[in-house]
T-cell receptor
Framework: GAGVSQSPRYKVAKRGQDVALRCDPISGHVSLFWYQQALGQGPEFLTYFQNEAQLDKSGLPSDRFFAERPEGSVSTLKIQRTQQEDSAVYLC???????????FGSGTQLSVL | GNSVTQMEGPVTLSEEAFLTINCTYTATGYPSLFWYVQYPGEGLQLLLKATKADDKGSNKGFEATYRKETTSFHLEKGSVQVSDSAVYFCALSEVTNDYKLSFGAGTTVTVRA
């Protein structure tokens, strides 16, 4: 597709379950970002990849959060032992180079019950 | 640290009314400033940006001017349309870490016919 694709669109998890959220960036895009958007708030930066290298993971809220991009294209954000406070929309964005315009996906809405 | 404060919503307007959404920021150095828009069911899209003091960003009839003296980047449109109904986010990025966006909480705008 032409844009950033995220799946699933919606995810419901029971507290304590592990979840994996997928991001397919625009083909050939070098930079990839994950953001967390709580209800009624703006997105908060989680992590940044340049190709397969995770250059900044300072925004990950705890060691239960893990992101990877092993081949420099698709990325997965994994949350272990989900908690209710993890409920949010998780946004992925990509950028062609190391600077310039970012393109956002529609997000995955995670609800932890 | 960096922060962005924007006018709380929701804002409801009639078609052809004048729209202003206030945005102020706190940052070290001289950040780049952005307005993003999120239409219903879609991902975040860059609306406009400004990278230095006194720059004016403009797009689709929207304008915002980077005011260093008041640390502000207010969004304006002279005559709104129903299709402008969306959530608007003010954001900044640092010069040194330009990949990391800091967002405001968002302002929901509804335009009535």
């Amino acid at each position: 597709g032409a844009g950033v694709s995220q799946s699933p669109r919606y995810k419901v998890a029971k507290r304590g379950q592990d979840v994996a959220l997928r991001c397919d960036p625009i083909s050939g895009h070098v930079s990839l970002f994950w953001y967390q958007q709580a209800l009624g708030q703006g997105p908060e930066f989680l992590t940044y990849f340049q190709n397969e290298a995770q250059l900044d993971k300072s925004g990950l809220p705890s060691d239960r959060f893990f992101a990877e991009r092993p081949e420099g294209s698709v990325s997965t954000l994994k949350i272990q032992r989900t908690q209710q406070e993890d409920s949010a929309v998780y946004l992925c964005a990509s950028r062609a180079g190391t600077s310039g315009r970012e393109f956002f996906g529609s997000g995955t809405q995670l609800s932890v019950l | 640290g960096n922060s962005v404060t924007q006018m709380e919503g929701p804002v409801t307007l009639s078609e052809e009314a004048f729209l202003t959404i206030n945005c102020t920021y706190t940052a070290t150095g001289y950040p780049s400033l952005f307005w993003y828009v999120q239409y219903p069911g879609e991902g975040l899209q860059l609306l406009l940006k400004a990278t230095k003091a006194d720059d004016k960003g403009s797009n689709k009839g929207f304008e915002a001017t980077y005011r260093k003296e008041t640390t502000s980047f207010h969004l304006e449109k002279g005559s709104v349309q129903v299709s402008d109904s969306a959530v608007y986010f003010c954001a900044l990025s640092e010069v040194t870490n330009d990949y990391k966006l800091s967002f405001g909480a968002g302002t929901t705008v509804t335009v009535r016919a």
